[in-house]
């Protein structure tokens, strides 16, 4: 998957990506000095989202319109979106401020008046957020653009991520990657079931990730060792800013520590290499070998009193131990000499 000059594969390094969501309470300053707080973190990315109120849902008071069991406890869905949406007009200055960050830029369309303005701005890849994977003629219509497409898995089944990925292939598009996602916000930690990250990974063949609402950066980095290839998580200036997402999003520090972490665990798993570098090979300085331990003479016997396994590692090698003993020594040494064919 190539996202502009970005290359994911197996062999990359992560992508990480800072979701701006609500995270800019309404002020198209704040949202700006996000992305450049998210550069100064280390992000890859900055990730918008793009709706109204009214390409959400509609304006009911019935039940059915009003949260529960989340954050959002007793909201009427349509003034919750009233209160997060990402003014349209905004997109292309804050996509302006993207570029001149370096940092690349693209957003989360949530029906197909948001993707016909996205292809106006000239987005480099698309996503579709958790609660969006089953809304199958969108992906199809967004998968249709030719471009990457990046899928959530929040709430779905395995039946689920099978019909929206056969509905990009069906518009030809198989430039695609799936991101292991808990939709709870914040996101229990005992549920992150990172594992699945590389079965996604390995079941489909696609590039997968994580999409990741729990607090800190230890799921990341776990997601890094199974493999992830994209990381995405909320990110806001001070979370006493406030705002829908507030409770859930990094701040600056928050973001840089994790980006460090995912960087430093990359380091880690490295790749499989059973040769030794230069210092490891040093190292074996230190490893046991054969020595001789007191002063003999001339045709004593060698036994386990005169010669023992102890560091350094400058005589023989250990597993010529039990070849030797019984061998006579050739001549008077002292002890402390490192053994060697020579001196039998």
Not at 81 to 102: C, D, I, N, S
Request: net charge negative; glycine share 6%.
């Amino acid at each position: 998957m190539r996202i502009d000059n970005f290359e994911i594969n197996s062999t990359s390094k992560v992508f990480i990506i800072a979701e701006l969501s609500a995270n800019h309470n309404g002020s198209i300053e704040t949202a700006i000095d996000t992305i450049r707080a998210a550069k100064r973190a280390g992000a890859d990315c900055i990730k918008l989202q793009t709706y109204t109120a009214d390409t959400m849902t509609i304006d009911s008071d019935k039940e059915d319109f009003i949260i529960k069991g989340t954050i959002w406890e007793g909201k009427n869905l349509y003034k919750l979106y009233q209160e997060a949406f990402t003014p349209w007009e905004w997109h292309g200055e804050l996509m302006r401020v993207a570029k001149e960050e370096g940092l690349l830029c693209f957003s989360s369309p949530f029906d197909k008046t948001a993707v016909d303005f996205l292809e106006t701005l000239n987005v480099p890849a698309y996503k579709i957020a958790s609660f969006e994977i089953t809304d199958i003629p969108l992906i199809e219509y967004v998968a249709s653009k030719g471009k990457p497409i990046i899928l959530s898995t929040g709430i779905a089944e395995q039946a689920d991520i099978e019909l929206a990925l056969d509905a990009c292939k069906r518009m030809g598009n198989t430039d695609i990657a799936l991101l292991k996602c808990t939709s709870s916000y914040p996101a229990p930690i005992n549920e992150a079931n990172m594992c699945m990250v590389k079965d996604l990974s390995e079941r489909y063949g696609v590039i997968s990730g994580l999409s990741d609402h729990t607090m800190g950066a230890t799921v990341p980095i776990v997601a890094t060792c199974f493999g992830a290839k994209i990381i995405e998580k909320h990110f806001i200036l001070d979370r006493s800013i406030g705002g829908p997402d507030a409770s859930f999003s990094m701040n600056e520090k928050e973001f840089t520590e994790m980006v460090k972490a995912v960087r430093e665990a990359e380091k880690a798993i490295g790749i499989v290499d059973y040769s030794l570098t230069e210092k490891q090979v040093k190292g074996k300085d230190f490893s046991r070998s054969l020595y001789v331990v007191e002063d003999v003479k001339a045709g004593d016997v060698i036994t386990e009193n005169n010669v023992r396994s102890i560091r350094p590692g400058f005589g023989m090698h250990p597993k010529y131990f039990n070849e030797v003993l019984g061998k006579v020594f050739k001549q008077n040494i002292t002890e402390g000499t490192p053994l060697s064919w020579e001196l039998i």
